[in-house]
T-cell receptor, first 114, second 111 residues
């Protein structure tokens, strides 16, 4: 079974530039998550989709971050404009969305803002 | 905000010894999960314990859950060098399968 695919693996941008990350979840997984993991910390949930609807985006900095999952499959996360403190690993995860099931994570995209 | 906190932040043991790490959380949960993260790699699910369960085993892993104290522990027996990684607890609360991660314990197993 193919896992969660993310691209790119690494990205370096200058502050105030924009960047986009792409995620392809495991086939059949209704729920998709984007997490931000700053070095030395645990992953922080940014946004959760159930199919193509948003379940929770309470921790998404909406003035600069946006995410979409148009057809209920792939998802993109965008940052515009980027700040130095956005340097982190951005993890995408998916799950069946049923009770008491685990999330499967991609390898992540390491973003460095200089 | 982070849901849980792991203790200790870092742990270093000899190969063959047991490793115990703890997780405390703040609100009611549906289940609690433990994940492992190797350097430069994504998170891998280890074990899930439901709120009505008190103990669960999987291979060399043993997880306990005390909902009255809002705490969980992960025991890795007979540790191996390959167990070197960061370990995170994640709590599933609310109605939407939302996973909130703790701060993590960094485990080093010395060969």
């Amino acid at each position: 079974e193919a896992g969660v695919a993310q691209s790119p693996r690494y990205k370096i941008i200058e502050k105030r530039q924009s960047v986009a990350f792409w995620c392809n979840p495991i086939s059949g997984h209704a729920t998709l998550y984007w997490y931000q993991q700053i070095l030395g910390q645990g992953p922080k949930l940014l946004i959760q989709f159930q199919n193509n609807g948003v379940v929770d985006d309470s921790q998404l900095p909406k003035d600069r971050f946006s995410a979409e999952r148009l057809k209920g499959v792939d998802s993109t996360l965008k940052i515009q404009p980027a700040k130095l403190e956005d340097s982190a690993v951005y993890l995408c995860a998916s799950s069946l969305g049923l009770a008491n099931t685990e999330a499967f994570f991609g390898q992540g995209t390491r973003l460095t803002v200089v | 905000s982070q849901q849980g906190e792991e203790d200790p932040q870092a742990l270093s043991i000899q190969e063959g010894e047991n490793a115990t790490m703890n997780c405390s959380y703040k609100t009611s949960i549906n289940n609690l999960q433990w994940y492992r993260q190797n350097s430069g790699r994504g998170l891998v699910h280890l074990i899930l314990i439901r709120s009505n369960e008190r103990e669960k085993h999987s291979g060399r892993l043993r997880v306990t859950l005390d909902t009255s104290k809002k705490s969980s522990s992960l025991l890795i027996t007979a540790s191996r060098a390959a167990d070197t990684a960061s370990y995170f607890c994640a709590t599933d609360r609310g109605t939407g399968n939302q996973f909130y991660f703790g701060t993590g314990t960094s485990l080093t197993v010395i060969p």
